[in-house]
């Protein structure tokens, strides 16, 4: 169960962050940020383990590759929405 939550708030961090990187943030809540996070999540570390063969978000003490793949991961997802809502990466 605290991994669960954990995984949650580290998934609410993580999609703050992309939305600040990507300049969203004045255009998303805390629920959507949770959201991203998670989703960008399994998108940046499925393509992690993929390449490199590692990383994990909900894990105490974070691993840190799983944190940065899933930063990476919900920056994409943020500029694939970006692309279909506004037709501009940004």
């Known amino acids: 169960m605290l991994g669960f939550i954990w995984f949650i708030i580290m998934g609410g961090v993580i999609g703050w962050l992309a939305s600040l990187i990507m300049k969203r943030d004045e255009s998303m809540g805390m629920v959507l940020n949770v959201i ?16 490199l063969g590692g990383g994990t978000i909900g894990a105490w003490p974070p691993d840190w590759s799983g944190v940065l793949g899933a930063l990476v991961g919900a920056v994409v997802l943020l500029g694939i929405l970006n692309l279909m809502q506004r037709g501009k990466l940004r």
Request: net charge neutral; charged share 0%.
């Open 36 to 51: 991203v996070g998670i989703v960008g999540s399994f998108i940046g570390n499925s393509l992690l383990s993929f390449l």
